[in-house]
């Protein structure tokens, strides 16, 4: 079923006092002004929280942060999240690179396909963080879907159906396709239990073993601040579910992906120099594109540690 933004819509923004909100699509977005995100104040952070749970994902324009600003601002919703991908920066660990340089051409980047980061792990990212420092004059955009609103438009029946599912979160797609990538760029094959590889120009450190077993997580979650519930599942890591056969859950795999991800659940933006994004990984996906060759885009992503989904 395709829909239009009527009856359960509504990123309408609230009034803050200590921030601007203005929302960027009916189905979810909104972009903060009025505030520095380098000399932030507690009230003005109760507001962007607030906000943030509102409309799932926030920006911020003309943002000068470094990285101890960028940890900061992170470390006010919680401990650093578990990165499955980068060490991180020298003497910034939790702070991951994502840069693709101008010269770079390649079929898969870091970040491309409709996901939630890293839902293989048990203690998923609660929310992600990404500062856009130099960014392509045209095209690598990104967009997100908002799961709450998804599963809001299914029916009673489908939602019945669905509340005692268990969805199997793996690596095993992504981790093949990068090796298969490489392959054809002629990289050597990883030696048996190597943890380095690359994707898009970037150096990675994988656990690939814990990656691919991955974790079964529930199919309908529910936020654990707002106790809204939302659909948790997407094309690159969901498999299939807990105690059913390939042949029974592809289908209902395949409706619940295109379902969460149809244009109305969505909201699109454009990039430009110094933009911060928050989004949280409970309530949307998001998916990256590959689309800006000859082009630099430099990229600095945080992440809040999560709970385990229930």
């Known amino acids: 079923m395709r829909l239009q933004p009527t009856g359960k819509f509504d990123n309408n923004a609230k009034t803050y006092d200590h921030i601007a909100v ?13 505030v520095d995100l380098s000399a932030l104040t507690d009230a003005q952070f109760d507001d962007i929280a607030d906000a943030l749970y509102r409309h799932k994902m926030i920006y911020f324009r003309d943002q000068r942060m470094s990285h101890g600003d960028q940890e900061a601002f992170t470390l006010r919703f919680g401990d650093f999240g578990t990165d499955a991908y980068t060490k991180g920066l020298p003497g910034h660990p939790n702070i991951q690179p994502v840069t693709k340089e101008a010269e770079t051409r390649v079929k898969m980047i870091f970040g491309e396909g409709w996901h939630t980061d890293s839902p293989f792990l048990a203690r998923p990212p609660a929310i992600s963080m990404l500062y856009g420092v130099d960014v392509p004059p045209f095209g690598g955009d990104t967009i997100w879907a908002n799961t709450e609103l998804a599963y809001d438009y299914l029916s009673d029946t489908m939602k019945t159906l669905l509340a005692p599912l268990r969805v199997h979160m793996s690596a095993v797609g992504v981790i093949g396709m990068i090796d298969r990538t490489n392959a054809e760029k002629g990289e050597p094959a990883p030696e048996p239990g190597s943890k380095q590889t690359k994707i898009g120009g970037m150096e990675l450190e994988i656990e690939r073993q814990s990656m691919i077993e991955g974790s079964y997580h529930p199919l309908v979650r529910t936020h654990p601040v707002t106790g809204r519930k939302s659909l948790y599942v997407e094309e ?41 994004v928050v989004w949280d990984n409970r309530s949307c996906l998001h998916h990256a594109f590959n689309d800006y060759d000859g082009h630099r885009r430099e990229m600095y992503r945080t992440t809040v540690e999560g709970e385990v989904p229930v």
């Open 22 to 34: 203005t929302p960027l699509a009916a189905a979810m977005g909104a972009a903060i002004s009025g």
């Open 236 to 276: 690159t890591y969901s498999q299939g579910f807990e105690g059913m056969t390939e042949e029974e859950s592809q289908p209902l795999l395949e409706f619940l992906q295109r379902h969460v991800t149809q244009a109305s659940f969505t909201c699109r933006l454009r990039w430009t120099p110094n933009t911060f």
